[in-house]
């Protein structure tokens, strides 16, 4: 069976892309042409948008992220539902990645893995390891799933608790990060989320994790750079570059569609170019 650093490696270097777009449904921010349909049909407008962003993104990624939270909030689960086997049986090369950050033990755990993974047929998703091992068995007992392990988060605030400094002479999130390298990442599963805003956090797991998958968000809008990501990262085949609003909210107006996959197009080169300096 293929393991799922395996299936990355595939999606990221059959797509000739690292690229991840993040499917936020925020309704505020939809194009005009989208808004009336919202009073009267919420669910078929929100996957509309998200239907035509993956489709007109599609050419330029390898993977897709939906924020479950984006939908729950707006009462659209379903919605998530049928985009994500939508996703999966029509773009069977991309990697889906479902954003939920969940961390619980026990029933609790078991009930949130079959929700991502059976309901939602993801082929990824985010964990809070603030349980500790117990919340990830259900996640990793499913042997062909990714899961991204929070690290070291791009929010301004994440320092309070990440940067600890622990007697071992570690921080907090270089032990996440090791702990996850030596005793969680037993069928090449875990990757780690480490933020784009903390270039410095990013290099020191490379270091300590230099094989590990990472998935890197806070491109953009939260301000980090591209150029200081694969800086760090280089010409890494299993790291994914999450880039969200810049791409699906670049344009309110009719051109709205051909503006995201202008977007991602934009972003992918920039990723292609920076990576291509770095190889060997």
């Known amino acids: 069976m293929i393991t ?14 690292s690229l991840c777009v993040g499917i936020d449904p925020l309704i505020s921010n939809f194009p005009l042409q989208l808004q009336k349909k919202i009073q009267y049909d919420l669910e ?9 962003i993956v489709q007109a993104t599609a050419p330029y990624c390898c993977a897709f992220k939906p924020q479950l939270a984006m939908f729950s909030s707006i009462r659209c ?3 998530l539902e049928r985009l994500s086997n939508w996703v999966v049986k029509n773009f069977p090369e991309h990697i889906l990645i479902i954003d939920a950050k969940r961390g619980d033990i026990g029933s609790t755990a078991e009930h949130y893995a079959t929700e991502i993974f059976d309901r939602y047929n993801a082929q990824a998703t985010t964990v809070n390891p603030y349980m500790g091992y117990e919340s990830l068995i259900p996640f990793l007992n499913r042997s062909n799933k990714g ?3 929070l690290c070291r988060t791009s929010n301004p605030g994440a320092d309070e608790i990440q940067n600890l400094q622990l007697q071992s002479g570690e921080k907090l999130f270089e032990k996440i990060a090791l702990t996850a390298k030596e005793k969680w990442n037993k069928k090449s599963q875990i990757g780690l989320v ?18 590990l998958p990472l998935l890197v968000p806070g491109i953009g809008k939260q301000g980090g750079s591209i150029t200081e990501v694969i800086k760090a990262t280089k010409n890494k085949k299993n790291t994914l ?10 344009s309110k107006d009719d051109d709205w569609i051909d503006n995201a996959a202008k977007e991602a197009q934009k972003i992918n080169g920039e990723i292609n170019n920076l990576q291509s300096s770095y190889e060997n």
């Not at 480490?194 to 094989?211: F, H, N, Q, R, Y």
């Not at 570059?241 to 670049?250: A, P, V």
């Open 147 to 149: 899961v991204y392990v």
């Open 77 to 79: 689960e379903k919605v």
């Open 44 to 52: 078929d407008a929100v996957e509309e948008f998200c239907k035509k």
């Open 194 to 211: 480490i933020g784009a805003t903390v270039i410095d956090e990013l290099k020191s797991v490379i270091k300590l994790c230099p094989d």
């Open 241 to 250: 570059i999450n880039s969200s609003r810049s791409i699906i909210y670049s």
């Open 4 to 17: 799922f650093d395996e299936k990355l490696y595939e999606a990221i270097t059959k797509r000739n892309s």
